[in-house]
């Protein structure tokens, strides 16, 4: 007897065969002789028992009675039957059982004595709230149905759960109201039938053992562990990914169930029919693996591993059934394939194509230790699984497109998010259109009204830095060949090497002087296609061949030259540019929160950015000025902050480089409009173009008079036109002062007369370093360089 009793009920649970002794008591009085002397006698059997037939409240009567039960419950258990049917006596929806068939004992004795054998997903208000409705259908005549499948889940003794489908049999019930159980109206069933949720009004209206449940039921079980197990992961693979059972256990248990294997595991590869490849499906939590693919993530369908085996996958789409590896590892063509399983403890295996619309979309692989425990037999069960598999195959490679495609939108075509709800709206209105007509124009994004801010650190002189690091590399090239040719002791005797060197040496001249721009690439094209050939094709001794063979070495893959130099500067210039970025892009998102904006950032010999803000960037938003001078105020700050992590950066760089600061200020409102055919924003009209000449123009310019550029490596300077500019920024500067981010000196001057552009003035300041040093970050250019690859 298994007992484990909710503990609130709206029942008073008596455990009666008052109706099976009725029964009994007709019998007996009828004139079929041994049909009435079978049931006189079992009645005299009970007569001690009055309980039997009032109400069984202490249980131990049940277990003390246990054979004379089981004779009065002989009709209903018959013995023909006892090791087929799955069935004992219960209370409905009640964990309490006894009086078992021999087959339903079985099963309880094979899960074992820690087993607790309960309702799955059936909690404490189901409980109660089924209960109640048993009432009011049987008491009030509602039609409520309740009827939700319930299960058992019992493992075997392999450990293989199975799940049991539960069937109720209540004709030996009946239900009594006592003096506590409230009068219910059809209001109140009405309010009952809108509030499931509510237990505190079910127990309102049903208080706490307010009616007596007299009697027992029949429950009758039935292996539903195949339907249930596919249900289940019908269920499973139809939820988000981020909600699915992905952990590999839970997802072999169902199978196990399915295919009654209790070591089997499962794995699944994903077809890249663009590059003809199995690839291992990318889960963030690895929960999915692959027995193919054990140890790579990816592998050509044509490689050697697969075999002959694959084939036949790939081009009949039938699936690969080896129920004995160790034979098929033996056989001619199959060794690869096998010994690879068999490296697994892989001893039997199914794998079959999940195919859509003719196209293969991956494979699903089941393995087992066991030597034909899978086979071309239990392999027809995945019919029943496929059609699942495929849509979610399907939904993978669709869900890893669309991420591809955000990916490419946010990473390379740059919409970004405060104006991404026009073109959505756009697009919306494009598939409405042609679903109507198939014929629309689309119109041009443009934003009207907004403000610009513009902003850049460069790297200084970042263009001779370049040509000084390509000019060593030539030159420390040019060197070794020359030691390589004056070393050389060739054993022919060759005159066009003297020519060659006395070449080689001219070029060494030519680059004393300044770089001319084709100057790297002619170099380059001589050194490739004159001087290698001699180097390859002439023989020379020991120590020549060291020397050659150390030169080889010591040239990049790429290019075929020495990159050393440059290499270094290269380095330094990405690191600059990936962590001053990544510095804006952090403190970017935050600006957000002031006011939505249009923000855009590049990369070149430096950190440029672009901010516009207006009330057509956020139009359910109440724009103000106020929002403008706190974006400002914002760049200001964060060119500080970039300066400064700059300042603990670059003492770590193999090749050390300073930058300058500017803003550009401008206060009239402008439109940008997206251009369709270069997929960018740009400014619109002729008027607005004059403040995108001033933006390419203004970093070169000189303070007027003078040779100076209006930037300076640690400053920051920031051009304006107007005198309301000017006092704007410098009661920002002063706020900064004061908080020590900005040191005391101000310097002001005239900008240059620029093509197309006078009356430009400039404000300069230097960015305070003191604090910190006090408090300098540590970086390992090894660190940096990891993070940059």
């Known amino acids: 007897m298994t007992s484990n009793f909710f503990k609130e009920s709206p029942f008073k649970t008596l455990i009666s065969f008052h109706k099976l002794i009725e029964s009994l008591e007709e019998i007996a009085v009828t004139n079929i002789d041994y049909r009435a002397n079978y049931a006189k006698a079992l009645l005299k059997e009970i007569e001690p028992f009055p309980e039997f037939r009032t109400g069984i409240e202490n249980l131990d009567l049940i277990s003390e009675n246990e054979t004379l039960i089981q004779y009065l419950l002989a009709d209903l258990f018959p013995t023909a039957l006892t090791n087929n049917e799955i069935k004992a006596v219960t209370i409905p929806f009640q964990n309490f059982t006894f009086n078992y068939t021999k087959r339903f004992k ?287 195959a399907e939904r993978y490679n669709t869900d890893k497109k669309n991420q591809v495609e955000a990916i490419i939108q946010r990473e390379y075509t740059a919409i970004h998010s405060s104006v991404y709800w026009k073109f959505r709206k756009e697009a919306l209105k494009y598939l409405e259109t042609s679903n109507e007509n198939g014929d629309y124009i689309f119109k041009e994004i443009v934003f009207k009204d907004i403000y610009p801010l513009y902003g850049q650190i460069d790297i200084k002189g970042s263009s001779n830095h370049r040509n000084e690091t390509v000019k060593e590399d030539l030159k420390n090239q040019i060197n070794a060949l020359i030691y390589i040719f004056e070393n050389q002791k060739l054993k022919t005797n060759l005159v066009l090497l003297e020519q060659r060197k006395f070449e080689l040496q001219s070029l060494y001249k030519e680059l004393e002087t300044p770089l001319k721009a084709d100057t790297e690439q002619q170099m380059q094209l001589y050194i490739t296609n004159e001087i290698h050939p001699i180097l390859r094709n002439t023989t020379t001794d020991s120590a020549g061949a060291i020397l050659e063979k150390n030169y080889f070495e010591s040239l990049d893959e790429k290019t075929g030259m020495f990159y050393q130099s440059r290499k270094k500067f290269d380095n330094a210039m990405s690191i600059i540019n990936k962590t001053l970025a990544t510095v804006l892009d952090k403190k970017q998102a935050e600006a957000q929160n002031i006011f939505p904006h249009y923000y855009e950032r590049f990369k070149t010999d430096g950190v440029e950015h672009n901010l516009y803000i207006g009330a057509s960037i956020a139009p359910n938003k109440d724009f103000d000025l106020l929002y403008l001078y706190n974006l400002r105020l914002w760049q200001l700050q964060t060119l500080c902050e970039m300066e400064l992590e700059h300042h603990q950066l670059k003492h770590s760089l193999p090749y050390e480089l300073d930058v300058t600061s500017l803003i550009l200020v401008f206060s009239s409102p402008i439109s940008i409009r997206f251009r369709m055919d270069e997929k960018r924003f740009d400014v619109d009209g002729t008027y607005n173009a004059r403040y995108e000449v001033v933006k390419k123009r203004i970093d070169k310019a000189n303070i007027k008079g003078t040779k100076e550029r209006i930037t300076e490596k640690e400053k920051i300077t920031i051009v304006y036109s107007h005198n309301n500019e000017e006092t704007e920024y410098l009661k920002y500067i002063t706020f900064l002062q004061f908080k020590n981010i900005l040191e005391p000196t101000i310097e002001k001057f005239e900008v240059e007369e620029l093509q197309g552009v006078s009356g430009l003035r400039a404000i300069r300041v230097k960015v305070s370093n003191t604090n910190v040093e006090q408090h300098q970050k540590k970086y390992s250019y090894q660190d940096l360089l990891k993070e940059l690859n």
């Open 106 to 392: 079985k099963i309880v004795n094979e899960a074992g004595i820690m087993f607790d054998m309960a309702i799955r997903d059936f909690d404490e208000h189901q409980f109660y709230v089924m209960s109640c409705t048993l009432i009011l259908n049987a008491f009030y005549g509602q039609k409520i149905d309740f009827t939700n499948p319930l299960f058992y889940d019992i493992p075997n003794k392999n450990g293989i759960m199975n799940q049991y489908r539960i069937l109720y049999n209540a004709d030996f019930i009946e239900i009594i109201a006592t003096d506590k159980a409230p009068a219910l109206t059809q209001e109140d069933i009405d309010l009952l039938m809108d509030n499931y949720d509510d237990l505190a009004l079910w127990k309102e209206k049903f208080p706490i053992e307010s009616w007596i449940l007299k009697g027992f039921g029949i429950a009758i079980l039935f292996d539903a562990t195949t339907e249930s197990s596919i249900s289940r992961l019908k269920s499973n693979l139809l939820k988000p990914e981020k909600e699915q059972i992905t952990s590999q256990e839970n997802s072999e248990s169902i199978f196990r169930s399915i295919f009654k294997i209790a070591d089997l595991r499962v794995g699944i590869i994903i077809y890249n029919a663009e590059e003809d490849k199995f690839v291992k499906p990318s889960l963030n939590d690895n929960s999915l693996t692959s027995f193919i693919l054990s140890a790579e993530k990816e592998v050509a369908c044509k490689n050697v591993l697969l075999g002959c085996s694959f084939e036949n996958l790939l081009e009949n789409k039938k699936a690969i059934t080896i129920s004995n590896v160790k034979k098929f590892a033996s056989e001619a063509g199959n060794e690869i394939l096998g010994n690879h399983l068999l490296q697994q403890n892989i001893q039997s295996c199914i794998f079959a194509p999940i195919i859509k619309n003719g196209l293969l979309l991956g494979v699903v692989e089941l393995v087992s230790a066991n030597a034909r425990e899978l086979n071309s037999i239990n392999a027809l069960k995945l019919d029943l699984i496929l059609p699942y598999l495929i849509d979610t």
